[in-house]
């Protein structure tokens, strides 16, 4: 936090001294403090300090941004200080170090995959462990965050939330936290797959370790040719410091977790990369054949996940150029993949580019443009859990099947939704 054009004074009055209202400016809010220090004994000094703050800056350096109102005291003795008063974050970014240390372990199927993330740790750095200072102090704060808070890493931009405060006490000499975050927008990338997140939370349950247990779902639809769309659901469950990640889908009949991997990966199960086209009479080993063709789509697919991580790298940078809170570009496949017209023409085409910004703390604006066509969708929050979505957004129909190439063409779709999120 840094301030800025701070004014006001202190006096001495007797053994106490004064702070006469001093303000400064916090990025685009303000903090003002007021109160005094009784110095009677000035080994033991008394606080009586008041702190309010509207919009406040109060983060901004590696970890993100953030702003908040606040009323908080600051009272008692030296050796026993007493915190109390209530945060609410207005909004903002924390940012969480990039995962270098990602393991996918298969524990059986179906089972539940263990994932290991040395990001997830970040949490010491913005809210440090035991500390001397802590050994005395009571501390009684509820922490509230609204809409337009957003939780950032490499795999991940979820917006997070809070319908009933936190509580924020001491335990062990150590800041922990009771309550909920909730979160119903976002994303999560698996096997450069971005999964929407439609709802999740993280659970604090008063111990000073901020290991929260978490429940999430996001969602992502495979398309086949000719066949139904397949819906993969990921689940994130576990605790924050040790997550366990599932693999479910509305397939029938059901698929395995190895089967929804492969479908991930590689854009369809494991025997379509075995079946040869034209005559069955092709040689097994040579490029024609069934190996070498189960080969040759592997790659493509492969440079498909390469394209994909390249356009992640560019859409983070440029994310943050705009200001945007959610920016995706999603590639339609490496420029050799694509049918129709072939080269640059129809992989741009095919790339689909999404923003999206809340304008004020209700109204939340997304724009797209996929196959030269435009999309817009406006959610707009009321209160007592109505939301109200009204968009148009550009789709691709497949043709009916024939004998030949399946092709695609593309239309405009219209919508609105109204829906009452309920909190339990």
């Given at each position: 936090m840094y301030l800025e054009n701070v004014t006001g004074a202190l006096r001495m009055a007797n053994d106490t001294v004064l702070i006469d209202s001093l303000a400064g400016k916090a990025g685009r809010g303000t903090i003002a403090?007021?109160?005094?220090?009784?110095?009677?004994?000035?080994?033991?000094?008394?606080?009586?300090?008041?702190?309010?703050?509207?919009?406040?800056?109060?983060?901004?350096?590696?970890?993100?941004?953030?702003?908040?109102?606040?009323?908080?005291k600051f009272t008692g003795p030296l050796n026993r200080p007493y915190l109390n008063g209530t945060v609410q974050v207005t909004g903002g970014v924390i940012e969480f170090n990039n995962p270098s240390n990602k393991n996918l372990v298969g524990a059986g199927d179906p089972a539940l995959f263990n994932v290991a993330d040395t990001a997830l740790r970040a949490d010491k750095d913005l809210f440090p462990t035991q500390s001397p200072i802590l050994d005395n102090m009571r501390v009684d704060v509820t922490l509230g965050v609204?809409?337009?808070?957003?939780?950032?890493?490499?795999?991940?931009?979820?917006?997070?939330?809070?319908?009933?405060?936190?509580?924020?006490?001491?335990?062990?000499?150590?800041?922990?936290?009771?309550?909920?975050?909730g979160t119903d927008r976002g994303d999560y990338t698996f096997l450069s797959k971005r999964f929407t997140i439609t709802r999740g939370s993280a659970t604090f349950v008063g111990t000073s370790d901020l290991n929260p247990t978490l429940q999430a779902t996001g969602e992502y639809q495979v398309q086949f040719t000719n066949t139904p769309a397949v819906n993969i659901q990921v689940l994130i469950g576990g605790t924050m410091k040790s997550p366990k990640l599932t693999l479910q889908s509305d397939a029938q009949p059901p698929k395995s977790q190895s089967e929804l991997l492969t479908l991930l990966a590689f854009g369809g199960p494991t025997t379509n990369l075995l079946q040869p086209e034209g005559s069955s009479l092709s040689g097994t080993g040579g490029p024609g054949g069934p190996v070498g063709q189960a080969a040759e789509v592997a790659?493509?697919?492969?440079?498909?996940?390469?394209?994909?991580?390249?356009?992640?790298?560019?859409?983070?940078?440029?994310?943050?150029?705009?200001?945007?809170?959610?920016?995706?570009?999603?590639?339609?496949?490496?420029?050799?993949l694509t049918t129709g017209r072939q080269g640059w023409s129809d992989f741009i085409t095919n790339t689909r580019v999404e923003a999206g910004k809340y304008l004020n703390p209700r109204t939340f604006l997304g724009v797209q443009y996929y196959n030269n066509y435009p999309g817009l969708r406006l959610e707009y929050r009321a209160s007592k859990g109505w939301l109200y979505t009204a968009y148009t957004q550009p789709q691709a129909l497949l043709d009916p099947p024939t004998l030949e190439s399946q092709g695609a063409r593309a239309a405009q779709a219209f919508g609105a939704l109204i829906i009452r999120q309920w909190r339990f």
């Open positions: 403090v007021t109160g005094g220090l009784a110095v009677g004994n000035w080994r033991d000094p008394a606080f009586n300090v008041a702190v309010v703050a509207h919009n406040a800056e109060v983060l901004n350096n590696e970890h993100g941004r953030a702003s908040a109102d606040a009323g908080l609204n809409h337009n808070t957003w939780v950032r890493t490499t795999d991940a931009n979820i917006e997070i939330y809070t319908d009933y405060p936190i509580e924020i006490h001491v335990a062990h000499s150590a800041l922990a936290l009771t309550g909920a975050i790659m493509t697919r492969l440079e498909g996940v390469a394209v994909g991580v390249l356009f992640e790298q560019v859409q983070a940078r440029a994310g943050q150029a705009l200001g945007a809170d959610q920016f995706y570009i999603t590639p339609g496949g490496p420029p050799e």
